[in-house]
């Protein structure tokens, strides 16, 4: 019976107890395995798990002295995130059985800090469109969303309290609103992404999942080798802007009045909440996202796009072809108006603490040959500031419906302390 | 006979040949071939060099349709750059005999222009600081610089004309220097990096060696894949600043005699030659650069520092060890002067088409032992600034010295039009 309880504890809460030896890491190990063993069959979640190798590492963990702040806490790292010890295919059959030489920076920085790395979770085809098998936990004809499938419905199930993805456009802030959990894309850069299968250089950023902003900060405090940021501060009441832009006509009802819902909430609790006056070049950045990205995709995948092109998607190849054919100039055009665009955020910053928006257009849409619309997201991305989905409302089909807000660039505690302080007043 | 001599055609007009079909690939790499057997065992500048498996690349790039721009040019490929079919070791015995699963997404680019992978250059370890086997071509008791040093040594020695390499530091525009060659470090991520192992990941660049401003354009058009940017503009004589910094005084008499020469030589040509004041801010980023770097490096080589740290240089490990202890704040805030300091840089350019400064503080030191000083190279890495090392002066040993040309970000091809000019200016 405890057993069956310790996956659903909350990181934070599991940490102190394993630090203080009050419960085992195999016995939280065995919790996760055995809720795995129940769901995985409809959910779906990994490519590789294996209990013995994950009992070996827990009980390894429990033979030594506490290693870090993730001491014993089970995480699930998405497949296009290098480990030394199980296969990493990327989410492509190209790469199938592949074995990489080492971990990744988060991998080896998160198994510094003492966490148990459970497996690999379902990735679609390198971080990109085409969906990988999983499936949403809270209905399984619906999408979890994507590219980190199954590190979102991994920890939406209870099946581990933890999960490492990744974000180019939407994948980390669309499958935590679609699965209902909290998901975190830190500012770029601030997660180091060696051993990470590159996308597009200057948009891949890694992302966390977690239950809550408190565990969710404890992992990023993890995989940055910071401890000190797992500490949330306090705030007062934030000063939130409400972002529409260009793409709002986008939104179905349920996020309109997610959003909305949230910011009658925060306003009641003290936040002095308005609209933000979106500045017009910011509708560009949206095309300027996909010619970095499909010009970074083209170089980047240059091996694969010549030697195994008959395993790539149709939608993948045809992302490289129009790659290939962008010239240095538009590039740089791009990445330009990027720039541009986040100094004229930077200085809109002055007036509000967070930022208030919508993190998908509404719940998980039915099916599952298609991820969702990263359209509320790739901005985002492209402009590198610190995002968090926060879960709490549900669409017409009951699914899960979050919002995200949205930090100043490299402010990223202050974005959790935010967060945190908002998640409360949430339903 | 005309073998012997083929390694020594420039790049360009051996592509032009190669096209035409006037000469064969064969027949280019075997006289690259013949030169590096003569004269590897003094200059070891190779981990990796198979002939079977040059001639048999030789004889397919011969036998099907002319590929792209670099089709059938020799090109060297530093040991942290991954390769598909060599093996790779990042420089490090951690990683003896390894196999990439894939080329790297410069190698690729190169491939898909029809370059021929001759095999892989000695690089120190991890492309940091403990040297490699590599000696200075020009005398084997004196360093090639690094970390790119079998690259620079194997272009300066005429055992090919083109090879890729990386600078985090000054490990592109140091040994280009020393060696008396054209060194390209692009603007901060042109050059896609996928499939490079990663150092600090705000920092690494590929960079580019060859024997003139117009073949290393032509290299950085193919591993960019935009064929566009391998055509050099005439520009009329440029505004050059000189650049002298707060590092000035590290500076050898053979380096202030060179700068001072070439200003004197571009300014007779037409240019207008004028001191840049260089605002005091600059002076910080020296130690701004070391905290990025310890602190990404700490990161990026979790997994070798947990695994293999005996495998790991001292120094290496201490870098590691102070980059561990490093906050995310000062982190942060390193980060954010090197942003301060960029938009005061493109301010500063208002005024000149090219910085004109040191490359190394002199000609290659005596000993193999230590790679050279990247006092005057680590700035412009962290700034992201196009820079090039232009050959043509010589030190009190005879040794090559260079000076270093510095454009504005991501103006590359306007950085490589003044180069050209000012290069047919030097001696």
Redesign the interface.
Known sequence: MISGKLNELPAREAAVKLARREIGCEALARACLERIAAREPGVKAWTHIDPDQVIAQAKALDAGPVRGILHGLPAGVKDVIDT?DMPTAYGSPI?EG?RP?????????A??AGALIMGKTVSTEFATSHPGKTANPHNPRHTPGGSSSGSAAAVADRMLPLALGTQTGGSTIRPASFCGVVGFKPSF??V????V??VA??LDTIGLFARSVADVALLFAGV???P??AEIAEVPAPRVGIWRGAKWPEALPETVSAVEDAAARVARAGARVSEVEVPGEFAELAKAHHEIEYF?M??????????HREKLSEKFRSRIEHG?HC???TY?ES??LADQCRKRLAALFSDYDVLLTASAPGEAPEGLANTGNSVFNRNWTLLQVPCINLPGFAGPRGLPVGVQLVGRF?E??RLLACAEWAFRKLP
């Open positions: 030394c790469y592949h030489a080492a971990d990744a920076a988060c991998v080896g920085m198994r510094a850069g601030l180091n992404r060696a051993g299968k590159p250089e200057s940055t080798g910071c000190e940021v970074e083209a170089r980047g995948f240059a091996y694969e796009f010549e030697h290939r010239t240095l100039a740089c990445l330009a490299r990223d505690p």
